[in-house]
């Protein structure tokens, strides 16, 4: 056997040295995958980021905007319905500020792509939906990073905390935030938008939704400053002019896109029940929401008397009945299902009808508030598909014309109404019921609620979400001096600026 030929062949170390180096710049085309774009386009963000603040927005009615604001109550589990808010890990309190936060990072990328391509229009899309996330987190948990937020890449790691007020009112705030955007859409004019799966690339609606957000968040800061000049002002701006105007992403029927309530297991669903409160109200007034809000009794469901029952927050001990949540918002086992979901609801034709009401009834326009809030009900009545001649009424003027229904200029009637309007509105019913709560004195603000039985917190409503627990770790300096300015306790009974006496 020839032993040289079993060797191995080595080449010298400097020949390899030649070889390597020669071949560096094929190697760095090699590694240019030319079927993989090298940056994320805005049009593939877009719907990714939609998607994700909308199925936080469902994921926190469901858990805890529903129950706190006793449109729903929960069965098992009932930490948020007995105000046991500190049980963060066990109601998931922790997952809006990642969630949103992680979602105003993909819109801060959409923003810069837009200033680079000179999109206006897509620019005015990032700033609405800025606005929009911005706005929830504030009014969940008060000051929070904003000036200074996002900006790890630019050396800012440990954000101060913005005054809640600042956030509103302040240069940059979430007013400034809106106007610009409302320029620049008038600038632009109506356009598509590319990737928007929230209304199909019509930056019409996109504009119309910006002018309705603005009047939202002027209706929550009202307690705290005058907004009557800025109203009007905005009330004059295009607006939604109809329930296909909503702003809600439409679900489809599988994933990842499909309604985030029906992966969930078997339990979780068995957990929240329709609430005793909003039963109450719906059975005065023969409300046929309520065949959409609920689905019948076990007993009977699929017969021809099907009835419905409320469940009393506070859990066991109150009352241990109560319907199951709707078909259009699970698919219950051995129960029939909605062929469609319900939309992520960002914001509503009935909810912006309701607003303007109020705008109307305290002076701040000109318009009649009979007439916008019996446009709110017709507008909720349509988005459920629900028809009042169902309940053995004369059609929806059969309704509105009931002695409970009928408007009759007091805030009371009006916030009633709003609330059945607002079920599954991400956070809004309960930042709503707060903000009823707190202007009129307690529960005297919110007659046609009461505090929970079995509530852990003296009948006291909470007033917000306690900081994450990571906050104190990560971002101590900051998170110190926002507890600081609440008194000195991460406490949910702080009162943040926009519910402050």
């Known amino acids: 056997m020839n032993t040289f030929n079993m060797r191995p062949l080595r080449a ?34 877009l719907p990714g980021t939609i998607r994700d603040v909308s199925d936080v927005l469902v994921g926190h009615a469901f858990y805890i905007s529903n129950c706190a ?4 109550a929960k069965s098992l589990r009932n930490e948020v319905d007995v105000y046991n808010w500190n049980a963060v890990p066990i109601i998931g309190f922790d ?63 440990f954000p101060a905390y913005d005054t809640q007020e600042d956030i509103y009112l302040g240069e940059g705030g979430l007013l400034d935030e809106l ?26 609606l996109w504009h119309r939704f910006a002018n309705a ?48 309530i029906v992966p969930l297991k078997q339990g979780d669903f068995e957990s929240v029940r329709f609430g005793q409160a909003a039963f109450a109200r719906m059975e005065a007034t023969n409300d046929p929401r309520m065949m959409r809000f609920a689905r019948a009794t ?67 326009t000109a318009d009649e508030a009979g007439d916008h809030y019996a446009q709110g009900i017709a507008a909720s009545m349509t988005d459920h598909g629900a028809d009042p001649a169902d ?50 004195g307690g529960w005297e603000g919110v007659p046609f609620l009461s505090a929970p039985c079995n509530n852990t917190n003296g009948d006291n409503l909470p007033l917000r979400f306690i900081y994450p627990s990571d906050e104190q770790s990560l971002n101590g300096a900051s998170f110190s001096a926002a507890v600081e300015r609440l008194g000195g306790s991460n406490s949910f009974n702080a009162a943040m600026w926009l519910v402050a006496p």
């Open 12 to 45: 010298p170390a400097f020949l390899l040295t030649i070889v390597m180096c020669a071949g560096c710049g094929e190697l760095a085309e090699l590694n240019e995958n030319p079927n993989q774009p090298e940056a994320v386009t805005p049009d593939v963000l």
């Open 69 to 72: 604001s006793q449109l729903s």
């Open 95 to 157: 997952a809006l500020w990642p969630a949103l936060y992680g979602a105003l990072r993909d819109i801060r990328n959409i923003e810069a792509a837009a200033i680079e391509r000179n999109d206006d229009r897509l620019l005015a899309v990032a700033k609405t939906m800025r606005a929009f996330a911005f706005s929830v987190l504030t009014d969940t948990y008060g000051d929070i990073p904003y000036s200074q937020a996002l900006a790890g890449n630019e050396g800012t790691y």
């Open 179 to 204: 106007d610009e955007a409302h320029a620049l859409f008038t600038s632009a004019g109506p356009g598509t938008v590319q990737g928007d799966i929230l209304f199909n690339g019509n930056s019409d």
């Open 213 to 260: 957000l603005h009047l939202r968040l002027l209706v929550h800061c009202s307690a705290q400053t005058d907004v009557a000049a800025e109203f009007a002002q905005v009330a004059a701006r295009p607006l939604m002019e109809g329930t296909a105007h909503n702003a809600a992403l439409d679900y489809l029927s599988s994933f990842p896109n499909q309604f985030p």
């Open 298 to 364: 076990d007993a009977t469901i699929g017969t021809g008397n099907e009835a419905f029952e409320g469940w009393e927050n506070g859990g066991k001990g109150c009352d241990d009945s109560g319907s199951r949540l709707g078909l259009a918002y699970y698919d219950y086992p051995g129960h029939p299902t909605a062929t469609t979901k319900a939309p992520g609801m960002w914001l509503s034709y009935a909810e912006q009808e309701f607003i303007l009401a109020e705008g109307a009834w305290r002076g701040w």
């Open 391 to 440: 309940t053995g009424l004369d059609g929806l003027d059969g309704f509105l014309a009931q002695d409970n229904v009928a408007w009759n200029d007091t805030p009371t009637r009006l916030f009633e109404q709003k609330w059945l309007a607002l079920y599954f509105h991400g956070m809004e019913p309960y930042f709503e019921v707060r903000r009823w709560y707190t202007s009129g």
